[in-house]
């Protein structure tokens, strides 16, 4: 129950912007806008951060609000995964990061481990399509779905991007301190299922 109230917010923020979207009536607006005044103010006080940083942040958007989605590359060498460090928190990730407009998923795959790694890929496979809030990241404002997908080096060489610090391979039982935002133990411990069983089917939820 601790982060409850965080669920709460989110989801008052969620409808206030959806009336906002939708509503028409001037008396419905204002009401939907003092619903979103609201989930800021609670979120400010939750998290004592000022109410202008969590507006621009987390009550900037408008239209009917859905998840954000996140990819994720899986990319194995010799029986070891690929992560990248990232400098924002200097721990361990699959390379990837929020899906951009104009791109499929396995564009915005491909495009993330380039940027991040240096790799050439290709994708392969869909092996995972997750929702973070079934998983233990840490609690968040948004609401997130997470995809997996397998790739295959065909070139490239090991090069640091703009966001990370470190390029490695790292087998399943000596995985370094991950960046717990993006993926997880288990979820990385999962992904070395496909490598056993490469017919395994796609995990999702």
Not at 23 to 35: A, G, N, T, V
Not at 49 to 59: G, P, Q, S
Request: aromatic residues 10%; charged residues 30%.
């Amino acid at each position: 129950m601790s982060n409850q109230w965080l669920e709460w917010v989110k989801r008052i923020q969620a409808l206030s912007q959806a009336g906002l979207a939708f509503s028409k009536d001037i008396y419905d607006i204002e009401r939907y806008e003092e619903l979103r005044k609201i989930s800021v103010e609670i979120m400010a006080v939750y998290t004592e951060v000022e109410m202008n940083k969590i507006r621009d942040l987390f009550a900037n958007e408008t239209g009917y609000q859905t998840p954000k989605v996140d990819v994720r590359g899986v990319v194995f060498k010799e029986d070891r995964l690929l992560m990248v460090r990232e400098k924002f928190d200097d721990k361990w990730a699959l390379p990837g990061g929020f899906c951009d407009i104009g791109l499929s998923p396995s564009e915005n795959v491909v495009k993330e481990i380039q940027e991040e790694s240096g790799y050439e890929v290709v994708p392969i496979k869909l092996i995972a399509l997750l929702d973070k809030n079934k998983h233990p990241h840490p609690p968040e404002p948004y609401h997130y779905y997470k995809i997996f997908i397998l790739c295959e080096i065909i070139g490239g060489k090991p090069t640091l991007g703009i966001e990370t610090s470190n390029i490695g391979f790292f087998g399943e039982d000596n995985l370094p301190e991950l960046s717990t935002n993006r993926n997880t133990e288990t979820q990385i411990i999962s992904l070395f299922e496909f490598l056993r069983n490469p017919i395994k089917e796609t995990i999702f939820d």
